[in-house]
């Protein structure tokens, strides 16, 4: 059976009230009182209900981390920095996955506001008009937006620069002497993959190459389908040089390197989007464009434990955009003359 205060009380020959007072340390207790009823905890095993305890106080002391692919690296990078703050303020975090799928996202959001959470962070799947993200938004639970760029939405958000990260890298690709660079393209309708599309035409255009349709091939963010769109740009185009925008597609493209035998970078230059500590483990090691993961979670924690603080009070949203590094590894190198990745069979 659960021990309760009461059991404590009897054990320690003091009062319920005095029980309540020692374990929240909301009044004085003689030192000798103290020893008695801690004496008791510790005999029987009582276990607090801080759960029961925030409630009565108005507060779960529960946190909601709504994710979109826990398989992802990056996003546990993500919610290792989130759940630093939640352990340093004594919270507890109930974290969901999603698939990217928003009819799952709009589940798991009303669920965790019946569970009474204290406050949510999410990487969202929804559309910036979504009824249920409009109203969590203009609710007084606070929330924090990762990941994806939001700008109509007035809520605190962290996410990453993600044109400016693949603008780089595209290049570095050019003065490489790439020219016919091909693209995985992640879920499309993503605002992260719509600034990594964005960052990889600018970067064509701005260095008089001419954009080909037929060079961006959509992997949707997933290991096999990253397989499949690097073996349609190798089938079907004389590529050079892949740039993947998620490190899931990544993957696939290098399992296609490895059915096929392709050399990278000898046969195909390669750079990717996030790093992991898989990218240093390969032969050759990826190059790649890294996001601050964990200080994303971090930072998105800071500032949703400080709109708790407020209780419910709302300030001007903070939109912290981080910095992301181009690292340049083994899996790139420059063009020659002699280069055809298609094999006999390519096409232009």
Do not use: C, M, W
């Given at each position: 059976m659960t021990t309760t205060i009461r059991d404590i009380a009897r054990q320690a020959g003091v009062s319920i009230t005095t029980v309540s007072h020692v374990?929240?340390?909301t009044r004085f207790v003689s030192a000798e009182l103290c020893t008695r009823v801690e004496q008791a905890i510790e005999k029987l095993g009582y276990q607090p209900s801080f759960l029961g305890r925030g409630l009565r106080k108005g507060k779960s002391n529960t946190i909601g981390l709504i994710l979109p692919d826990y398989g992802?690296?990056?996003?546990?990078?993500?919610?290792?920095?989130?759940?630093?703050?939640?352990?340093?303020?004594?919270y507890s975090l109930i974290t969901c996955n999603t698939d990217e799928d928003p009819r799952q996202e709009e589940f798991y959001i009303k669920l965790l506001q019946q569970q009474r959470v204290d406050g949510?962070?999410?990487?969202?799947?929804?559309?910036?008009?979504?009824k249920t993200l409009?109203?969590?938004?203009n609710s007084h639970i606070p929330l924090v937006l990762i990941d994806r760029y939001y700008k109509e939405l007035q809520v605190d958000q962290v996410f990453?620069?993600?044109?400016?990260?693949?603008?780089?890298?595209i290049v570095y690709l050019v003065k490489l002497?790439?020219?016919?660079?091909g693209l995985l393209e992640g879920i499309p309708s993503l605002r992260p993959i719509k600034d990594r599309v964005a960052g990889y035409r600018r970067a064509l255009q701005e260095h008089g190459i001419e954009e080909n349709g037929k060079l961006i091939a959509q992997g949707y963010s997933q290991i096999e389908e990253g397989y499949t769109a690097t073996e349609y740009l190798i089938s079907n185009i004389n590529i050079t040089a892949i740039f993947s925008t998620n490190n899931m597609m990544t993957l696939g493209a290098l399992r296609y390197f490895k059915t096929k035998r392709i050399k990278c970078p000898e046969d195909i230059s390669l750079i990717g989007f996030d790093d992991a500590d898989w990218t240093t483990a390969f032969t050759p090691s990826l190059s790649v464009v890294a996001q601050q993961a964990y200080d994303m979670g971090y930072r998105a924690s800071e500032l949703l434990f400080r709109a708790i603080a407020k209780n419910g009070e709302r300030s001007k949203p903070l939109h912290i955009e981080l910095d992301t590094t181009l690292l340049i590894r083994e899996s790139t190198v420059t063009v020659t003359k002699n280069s055809t990745?298609?094999?006999?069979?390519a096409k232009y």
């Open positions: 374990i929240n340390k992802n690296p990056f996003f546990l990078r993500v919610a290792r920095g989130i759940n630093e703050q939640v352990q340093r303020h004594n949510f962070v999410i990487a969202s799947a929804l559309p910036d008009n979504n409009i109203s969590l938004t990453s620069d993600n044109e400016a990260g693949t603008y780089k890298a002497g790439h020219r016919a660079i990745a298609g094999g006999d069979n």
